[in-house]
């Protein structure tokens, strides 16, 4: 069971900000498997994770989103945190970036303020999630459908509420990536753009 990420490769999308349990979390999950998580982020460098309020861990970037293609991996986990969604979702590279994992049919997992990436990259119309509730709103804004779950699958898509959440939303996001491709995530996303 601790290699079924073997030879698979995760994108991690986050910038200063980001909420670091749920980088470093999400992060173990896959190497605890055999995967290869990398870190994405707007510029090279090191990110500043956060507890809440507080400064935490820095964290070493392993490529910008300008040089980074989605070809090159098998799946992209978003952490949230308020700061770090709201500055990747005014990056053209980042919603790009994004975008194309859901053109592909790969499985993306987003937690807590995440999907306000995916809702800039308008991959959001016709489908069920969850996030940090004052997400709500804007998820139907944008054409979903928010629920109340620990943790919630929709072709492809894994989406939880909190850190709390995370044991759910780690197993989830290894299962989805195993599986591979998602025909229906790409069908959806080819029609969302679209309307």
Same mark, same amino acid.
């Given at each position: 069971?601790?290699?079924?990420?073997?030879? +698979?490769?995760?994108?991690?999308?986050?910038?200063?900000?980001?909420?670091?349990?749920?980088?470093?979390?999400?992060? +173990?999950?896959?190497?605890?498997?055999?995967?290869?998580?990398?870190?994405?982020?707007?510029?090279?460098?090191?990110?500043?994770?956060?507890?809440?309020?507080? +400064?935490?861990? +820095?964290?070493?970037?392993?490529?910008?989103?300008?040089?980074?293609?989605?070809?090159?991996?098998?799946?992209?986990?978003?952490?949230?945190?308020?700061?770090?969604?709201?500055?990747?979702?005014?990056?053209?590279?980042?919603?790009?970036?994004?975008?194309?994992?859901?053109?592909?049919?790969?499985?993306?997992?987003?937690?807590?303020?995440?999907?306000?990436?995916?809702? *800039?990259?308008?991959?959001?119309?016709?489908?069920?999630?969850?996030?940090?509730?004052?997400?709500?709103?804007?998820?139907?804004?944008?054409?979903?459908?928010?629920?109340? *779950?620990?943790?919630?699958?929709?072709?492809?898509?894994?989406?939880?509420?909190?850190?709390?959440?995370?044991?759910?939303? !780690?197993?989830?996001?290894? *299962?989805?990536? !195993?599986?591979?491709?998602?025909?229906?995530?790409?069908?959806?996303?080819?029609?969302?753009?679209?309307?």
């Amino acid at each position: 069971m601790a290699n079924r990420l073997q030879d +698979k490769r995760v994108a991690f999308v986050a910038t200063d900000g980001v909420e670091q349990v749920e980088l470093t979390e999400p992060w +173990k999950a896959v190497e605890a498997e055999g995967g290869k998580p990398e870190l994405i982020s707007i510029e090279s460098g090191e990110i500043q994770g956060f507890n809440h309020l507080d +400064k935490a861990d +820095k964290f070493s970037v392993d490529r910008s989103a300008e040089d980074a293609k989605a070809d090159d991996y098998d799946g992209l986990v978003l952490p949230g945190g308020v700061a770090n969604p709201d500055r990747l979702r005014t990056d053209e590279n980042v919603v790009r970036f994004v975008r194309a994992f859901f053109e592909a049919g790969k499985p993306v997992a987003v937690i807590c303020h995440g999907p306000w990436t995916i809702i *800039e990259a308008d991959v959001v119309r016709g489908r069920t999630l969850t996030s940090w509730p004052s997400l709500e709103t804007d998820i139907r804004n944008a054409g979903g459908e928010w629920v109340d *779950e620990e943790v919630h699958v929709d072709n492809g898509l894994v989406t939880s509420r909190k850190p709390d959440d995370l044991p759910a939303f !780690c197993d989830k996001l290894v *299962e989805e990536i !195993c599986e591979g491709r998602h025909e229906q995530q790409a069908l959806q996303t080819a029609g969302a753009g679209t309307a």
